[in-house]
């Protein structure tokens, strides 16, 4: 069986959330019973993002293969239940890499090796193989139309409107149609230009989905309609909304499924969307906040820690909550203790999240201790578990000078080191420890009770680890490792028995939790934060009272 095509291009500027419409329009296809697929094209010339800095390219999304991707992904992966890996994400570096290999090889058998043919072919090579055994392949292609390092890819997908017809294809262009406050009114010139350009490549999109702060109303979507040369209802209002996950309810609203379903001549069961519904309905109506500190690095760049925001959000819907986070960067805690405790004493649970390099690490070792000594829910991920073991180590342990050796080459107690350093592989980008690994959970353990699972699988992403040498002195002291590889030979969880809810973790969970299925970890450190905060606030409620009804109080004046 091969797949129908739904193709999914941007126009007038970047940051239009194509990668969301896609999601989005895949959540509303499986809704009709169908099985999709998804997979994004990123035009720029790196092999893949792992190497990019987070501040320029936000998140880097962990598949189960260990793929290091675009954080369009994991909208993905939210939104549908598709299985991502590395197929689904190509970069025109990843393409030209393999091409010149072969080149090398000499499979183009004397050959010129061109754009066209043998990049369109590969491009269109890897569209068919996401497209196995699936109903409906959704391909993004990112940047905006007109781009030069976008064409190979416009290209292919004109040639697979060609090769496959128009009932196998469809195209889906998403614009901007702003409202102009000068002129009171929302305009279309720009969104006429865009298809202009994308029609002197050779497509002429079928569905415009028109980002907009307001309703369009019908007599503009007919003025579009009639200039980009697409039929009346074509032309959808995608408005802004305040949750990600009400953009396909607003899809569905606009009839965007039964429109591709039409185009591609597809018989599908009625939509079901109720799960979806709830969820909204949810994150509309929660019955309370819940506070969380994010300490980090790129604290500045919410797109850096994407999924990990989801994932809280998830888990605070799970309890019908708000969640409110407070960004905290590391390296302002730094100077003070008064600082860290004015600073971190708003939240309910302080959580430190995966990060690379030095920057700040002192600070979130403030903000570790903080946790553990006054028994504030602490969620360590990755640098964050390292980070956990670090200040044990130092504050607990008395190992003056701990540290990991990413941090400093020199330390007297390497906690965490390169394990793998011993085993001589050393390239950039070449060295991590990607994708999913099984872990086994410790019997009697907050994680276990968490898991209610002895095996879990987590994807990962990263170079250090925990230093078993250290084992010994640190479990003596209370710390208790609960999840290590089924060999033993790497600690991936962490915890503190005597504290009400501290954990740390290797992995990165945030990569597996969906709004309709919160990760279980995410879920508990969230209810546990918002159990700690809401007794703190009873606390001060009652200690207010008690001190206005003292009776000497009362009795001074
Ligand atoms: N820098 C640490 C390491 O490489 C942590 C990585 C992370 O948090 N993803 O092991």
Same mark, same amino acid.
């Given at each position: 069986? $091969? /797949?129908?095509?739904?193709?999914?291009?941007?126009?007038?500027?970047?940051?239009?959330?194509?990668?969301?419409?896609?999601? $989005?329009?895949?959540?509303?296809?499986?809704?009709?019973?169908?099985?999709?697929?998804?997979?994004?094209?990123?035009?720029?010339?790196? !092999?893949?993002?792992?190497?990019? $800095?987070?501040?320029?390219?936000?998140?880097?999304?962990?598949?189960?293969?260990?793929?290091?991707?675009?954080?369009?992904?994991?909208?993905?992966?939210?939104?549908?239940?598709?299985?991502?890996?590395?197929?689904?994400?190509?970069?025109?570096?990843?393409?030209?890499?393999?091409?010149?290999?072969?080149?090398?090889?000499?499979?183009?058998?004397?050959?010129?090796?061109?754009?066209?043919?043998?990049?369109?072919?590969?491009?269109?090579?890897?569209?068919?193989?996401?497209?196995?055994?699936?109903?409906?392949?959704? !391909?993004?292609?990112?940047?905006?139309?007109?781009?030069? =390092?976008?064409?190979?890819?416009?290209?292919?997908?004109?040639?697979?409107?060609?090769?496959?017809?128009?009932?196998?294809?469809?195209?889906?262009?998403?614009?901007?149609?702003?409202?102009?406050?000068?002129?009171?009114?929302?305009?279309?010139? #720009?969104?006429?230009? $865009?298809?202009?350009?994308?029609?002197? !490549?050779?497509?002429?999109?079928?569905?415009?989905?028109?980002?907009?702060?307001?309703?369009? #109303?019908?007599?503009?979507?007919?003025?579009? /309609?009639?200039?980009?040369?697409?039929?009346?209802?074509? !032309?959808?209002?995608?408005?802004?909304?305040?949750?990600?996950?009400?953009?396909?309810?607003?899809?569905?609203?606009?009839?965007?499924?039964?429109?591709?379903?039409?185009?591609?001549?597809?018989?599908?069961?009625?939509?079901?969307?109720?799960?979806?519904?709830?969820?909204?309905?949810?994150?509309?109506?929660?019955?309370?906040?819940?506070?969380?500190?994010?300490?980090?690095?790129?604290?500045?760049?919410?797109?850096?820690?994407?999924?990990?925001?989801?994932?809280?959000?998830?888990? /605070?819907?799970?309890?019908?909550?708000?969640?409110?986070?407070?960004?905290?960067?590391?390296?302002?805690? =730094?100077?003070?203790?008064?600082?860290?405790?004015?600073?971190?004493?708003?939240?309910?649970?302080?959580?430190?999240?995966?990060?690379?390099?030095?920057?700040?690490?002192?600070?979130?070792?403030?903000?570790?201790?903080?946790?553990?000594?006054?028994?504030?829910?602490?969620?360590?991920?990755?640098?964050?578990?390292?980070? /956990?073991?670090?200040? &044990?180590?130092?504050?607990?342990?008395?190992?003056?000078?701990?540290?990991?050796?990413?941090?400093?080459?020199?330390?007297?107690?390497?906690?965490?080191?390169?394990?793998?350093?011993?085993?001589?592989?050393? =390239?950039?980008?070449?060295?991590?420890?990607?994708?999913?690994?099984?872990?086994?959970?410790?019997?009697?353990?907050?994680?276990?009770?968490?898991?209610?699972?002895?095996?879990?699988?987590?994807?990962?992403?990263?170079?250090?680890?925990?230093?078993?040498?250290?084992?010994?002195?640190? *479990?003596?002291?209370?710390?208790?490792?609960?999840?290590?590889?089924?060999?033993? *030979?790497?600690?991936?969880?962490?915890?503190?028995?005597?504290?009400?809810?501290?954990?740390?973790?290797?992995?990165?969970?945030?990569?597996?939790?969906?709004?309709?299925?919160?990760? #279980?970890? &995410?879920?508990?450190?969230?209810?546990?934060?918002?159990?700690?905060?809401?007794?703190?606030?009873?606390?001060?409620?009652?200690?207010?009272?008690?001190?206005?009804?003292?009776?000497?109080?009362?009795?001074?004046?």
């Amino acid at each position: 069986m $091969s /797949a129908k095509y739904i193709f999914v291009t941007g126009g007038v500027v970047s940051s239009l959330g194509k990668g969301l419409a896609a999601a $989005s329009i895949g959540c509303l296809l499986e809704s009709r019973g169908l099985k999709v697929n998804l997979m994004k094209f990123d035009p720029y010339l790196n !092999v893949d993002p792992g190497t990019m $800095s987070p501040f320029q390219h936000g998140e880097v999304f962990v598949t189960d293969d260990g793929a290091e991707t675009d954080l369009d992904l994991g909208h993905y992966e939210r939104f549908t239940h598709a299985k991502l890996s590395k197929d689904n994400n190509w970069t025109t570096g990843r393409l030209y890499e393999q091409i010149i290999l072969k080149e090398r090889r000499g499979d183009y058998l004397g050959k010129t090796v061109q754009v066209i043919p043998h990049v369109t072919n590969e491009i269109k090579a890897a569209m068919k193989k996401v497209g196995q055994d699936v109903d409906i392949a959704l !391909v993004e292609i990112g940047g905006t139309i007109g781009d030069i =390092e976008s064409l190979p890819f416009i290209e292919a997908i004109r040639q697979m409107r060609q090769e496959l017809g128009r009932e196998h294809t469809l195209f889906v262009h998403v614009t901007l149609v702003p409202f102009i406050a000068a002129a009171g009114e929302l305009k279309t010139k #720009p969104t006429q230009h $865009s298809v202009k350009e994308l029609l002197s !490549v050779g497509i002429q999109p079928d569905i415009l989905l028109c980002r907009t702060d307001r309703f369009i #109303p019908k007599e503009m979507k007919q003025k579009i /309609a009639l200039f980009c040369n697409v039929e009346d209802p074509a !032309v959808i209002t995608a408005m802004d909304v305040a949750s990600i996950y009400e953009v396909p309810l607003g899809f569905a609203k606009e009839g965007v499924d039964n429109l591709a379903l039409k185009y591609l001549h597809i018989n599908a069961r009625d939509r079901d969307m109720a799960k979806w519904e709830e969820l909204v309905h949810r994150v509309y109506n929660p019955k309370d906040e819940v506070h969380i500190g994010i300490v980090g690095k790129y604290v500045e760049y919410e797109d850096s820690y994407k999924s990990l925001k989801e994932a809280l959000v998830h888990g /605070a819907l799970a309890h019908n909550l708000k969640l409110v986070v407070n960004w905290v960067e590391a390296e302002g805690l =730094e100077s003070g203790d008064q600082t860290v405790q004015s600073q971190l004493e708003a939240n309910d649970g302080i959580l430190v999240p995966g990060g690379f390099g030095k920057r700040g690490i002192e600070g979130m070792l403030k903000a570790i201790r903080y946790a553990r000594e006054n028994n504030v829910p602490y969620f360590g991920i990755c640098l964050g578990m390292q980070t /956990a073991c670090i200040e &044990f180590a130092r504050n607990v342990c008395g190992l003056t000078g701990a540290n990991s050796s990413e941090f400093d080459q020199s330390t007297p107690h390497r906690v965490i080191y390169k394990l793998r350093e011993l085993r001589g592989v050393e =390239e950039l980008g070449g060295t991590m420890r990607l994708g999913a690994w099984t872990c086994k959970i410790e019997p009697d353990t907050l994680a276990y009770r968490i898991y209610q699972t002895p095996e879990i699988s987590e994807r990962h992403r990263h170079r250090y680890e925990f230093n078993r040498e250290y084992e010994e002195t640190m *479990t003596a002291a209370g710390l208790r490792i609960s999840g290590s590889s089924p060999d033993g *030979t790497y600690v991936e969880m962490v915890e503190l028995p005597n504290h009400p809810h501290f954990i740390g973790c290797q992995f990165h969970p945030e990569f597996k939790s969906k709004p309709l299925e919160p990760h #279980p970890l &995410f879920q508990s450190f969230v209810g546990a934060s918002y159990e700690h905060g809401h007794t703190r606030r009873e606390q001060r409620k009652a200690a207010t009272v008690e001190m206005f009804h003292r009776p000497e109080h009362v009795t001074r004046h």
